[in-house]
């Protein structure tokens, strides 16, 4: 049975979310689990999530997931805008609501920036390099 759609082209934030993470090169966005996924040709942000609680799952249905490096880990979830996505947390991810206050913008494009480094081929991350002169090198 397939997933249903969990979002909705008006929703606060989707379409900021999407303009950062489709300027990645080789980019592109796919519905998954009936959110959008982001990817490159692996996945690298995630708009929309919830986590495990007892004994439901609380919703972030206006929020982004991204995977984060550990070094990065332990900080940002001491901030109450992290939290740990269910299913994918235990694999890196970390989810940013960004209901919680206006969104810092820049803040977002760094978190799905580091994602992308991450997860993306290395040829693709030498173009993005390429692309943005200035851009930290890996």
Known sequence: MPHPVMFSEHDPGLAEVRAI??????????????RPVF????????????????????????????????????ALEQDDRFFLPAY??????????LAAGEPDWAEVAELVDASYRMIA?????????????GAPRT
């Open 88 to 97: 994918l947390g235990p694999f890196g991810w970390l989810g940013l609501d």
């Open 21 to 34: 993470a489709l300027a990645y090169p080789g980019a592109f966005e796919k519905v998954s689990h009936g």
């Open 39 to 74: 990817c490159a040709p692996k996945m690298f942000a995630v708009y929309g999530g919830s986590r495990k609680s007892t004994p439901d799952h609380v919703r972030y249905p206006y929020s982004v997931l991204v995977k984060v490096d550990e070094s990065d880990r332990l």
């Open 121 to 133: 081929p290395k040829k693709l991350i030498r173009q993005l390099d390429e692309d943005r002169p």
